[in-house]
């Protein structure tokens, strides 16, 4: 039998066992034949033991020795193992025993406790993965929750900031218009509503910034540029908001220090730096501009004797709508979207961008590192790239170089004060114009008349402003001829840019123009500007679809 059978009387004493007892127990059969059954239970369980044994013969019945408990037995070596017992009553000449089937269990035991385990552990692990998931969700939501505040306090701050200039652009507007100012108060509105609108251009320049940055579309244009060049061009672009305030601009570097990257986003990064230093400057404080060159990249500091940073607020620097407290936010005007761009645009370029500051009131140090560039990659591209520079309406007006007189120039627009607007920057430059609000009428004009260029918008009533230079160049393969045509738009972004080109445009100028450039746009399409000066202020349309 595969188990151990041991036959006992009423006084305990083993009568009869077989084979299987002997090689379980490691005993020889005359060893336990007479001996008390005792023998085979460990130590600890005897008196116990002799309790249950005396309550079996006096009720003896067929069943499972201690049903439910965990049951030892004992071998000749002292080596303890589980079993299982089941008792089986039995009357002779004798007198009563008791059939003893022992089976060891040690296998199943193991397995059951590595069951046990397993499953604890599945237990353990499932607990963990729902405290984790519990944390992992309640994190989410704090973040969510904070990310929503963040928003509204931008939303309010945006409302806040986008209000101010509109409030300076209506109010000098209609004062303008009540013809009641005087030439000096004149002069005075027209330079604030000049200021008030080159801030909400700046403002939304930003939010589309943040857009493709966000949408993953920021695209640089990577070439060799030479970094003092690119900050002495943002230092004079800062120098009249630092002498306003009388502040110190310090910058002294001598030689180059190339790396390979964008020019006119570098000079952004420059820019918002020393815009950000000129902000929290008290007037009569000192600001300084530093560059320092190693083998393998190149540091540019920007240190003010301004307000500083606590050091609660430092990491929090570079986030998105992120803004020190309420208190800042209503001393300083902006969005707070500057140096979050800067940080994008400076790890577009491989680099690095830091913030030190003692504390508050002890001044701020903001450094940009930048990989440096290969001596072949900048023998390559000779000479180095400065960033380009738009002149201004003022400059360009003034120096009455770029004119259009005898140019017939054609403008589709759907709103009519943007219609009157361009009709009258193209008029007092010496072209004359007609004006239109939409593709059927441009079309039919087109017919009866040649103009020599058109500007044209992007919405316009039915058809699109892309529909409308799609059909001119399609009458342009039957008939001949070609019209140099200008996309005057508000559609600011890189895809709209590209989508213009494209479509039939050989310009794309976004909304909000200066009257300098939309002259200059024209001027270079019918060949009144140098060819050079037209890919620096507009870059080469070829390049531009190739990217695209």
């Known amino acids: 039998m595969p188990d151990a059978i041991v036959v006992v009387d009423e006084t305990s004493t083993i009568v009869l066992i077989n084979d299987q007892t002997e090689r379980l127990f490691a005993y020889r059969r005359q060893e336990l034949l007479g001996q008390p059954v005792d023998i085979l239970v460990p130590e600890r369980f005897r008196s116990a033991h002799g309790t249950h044994r005396a309550g079996y013969f006096r009720a003896a019945s067929l069943r499972p020795m201690g049903s439910g408990m965990d049951l030892s037995a004992v071998r000749r070596d002292g080596q303890e193992f589980p079993v299982e017992i089941s008792l089986s009553p039995l009357d002779t000449r004798m007198g009563a025993l008791v059939i003893c089937a022992i089976r060891d269990v040690t296998l199943q035991r193991r397995a ?49 900031e986008l209000r101010t ?7 000098w507007a209609r004062m303008l218009g009540s013809k009641r100012l005087s030439p000096e108060r004149a002069e005075h509105a027209t330079a604030a509503i000049e200021r008030s609108a080159a801030t909400l251009a700046h403002m939304v320049d930003d939010l589309l910034d943040v857009a493709r940055i966000v949408n993953g579309a920021l695209r640089l244009s990577p070439e060799p540029v030479d970094l003092r060049a690119v900050v002495q061009t943002a ?14 601009l310090e910058f002294d570097v001598a030689g180059h220090h190339a790396v390979v990257g964008d020019a006119g986003r570098l000079q952004q990064v420059i820019g918002n730096l020393l ?28 240190a003010d004797s301004g307000q500083g940073i606590s050091p609660d607020f430092l990491p929090h620097l570079f986030e998105r709508f992120r803004q020190a407290d309420n208190a800042t936010t209503q001393r300083h005007t902006g969005l707070g979207l500057g140096l979050h761009i800067v940080r994008q645009l400076v790890e577009l370029h491989g680099g690095t961008v830091r913030a030190e500051s003692p504390g508050a009131g002890q001044g701020t140090t903001l450094t940009v590192r930048l990989p440096v560039s290969s001596d072949d990659a900048v023998a390559d591209a000779e000479p180095l790239s400065t960033p380009r520079v738009v002149p201004s309406t003022t400059a360009t007006a003034s120096s ?59 919405d316009l009533p039915g058809e699109d402003g892309y529909a409308l230079i799609r059909r001119i160049r399609q009458l342009e393969t039957v008939h001949g001829g070609f019209l140099p045509a200008v996309a005057l738009t508000s559609h600011a972004r890189v895809e709209d840019r590209g989508r213009a080109l494209a479509s039939g445009f050989q310009l794309h100028v976004p909304k909000p123009v200066e009257p300098a450039t939309l002259i200059a746009a024209i001027a270079a399409l019918t060949g009144r500007l140098d060819r050079r000066d037209s890919q620096t202020l507009f870059g080469s349309p070829e390049a531009e679809r190739a990217a695209v």
Not at 281 to 300: K, L, M, Q
Not at 407 to 425: F, K, P
């Open 112 to 160: 059951q406790r590595a069951a046990e385990r397993a499953a604890m552990a599945d237990v353990r692990e499932a607990n963990e993965h729902l405290v984790t998931q519990t944390v992992r969700a309640q994190v989410v939501a704090e973040e969510a929750e904070q990310d929503s505040h963040l928003k509204d306090e931008f939303l309010a701050t945006m409302s806040h």
């Open 165 to 171: 200039p509109l409030n300076a652009i209506l109010g």
């Open 235 to 248: 230092l004079e672009a800062v120098r009249p908001l630092a002498a306003a305030r009388n502040l110190q």
């Open 275 to 302: 815009a950000n230093a000129i902000k929290f400057t008290p007037d009569g404080g000192r600001i300084s501009v530093a560059i320092d060159s190693s083998p393998d990249h190149v540091e540019i500091r920007v």
């Open 400 to 458: 009455g170089l770029t004119r259009l007189d005898g140019l017939r120039i054609l403008i589709v627009d759907d709103d009519a004060e943007g219609r009157l607007l361009t009709s009258v920057v193209v008029t007092e430059a010496g072209g004359s114009t007609w004006v239109v609000p939409s593709v059927g009428e441009a079309l039919q004009l087109i017919e009866r008349e040649r103009p020599d260029v058109i500007v044209s918008g992007i």
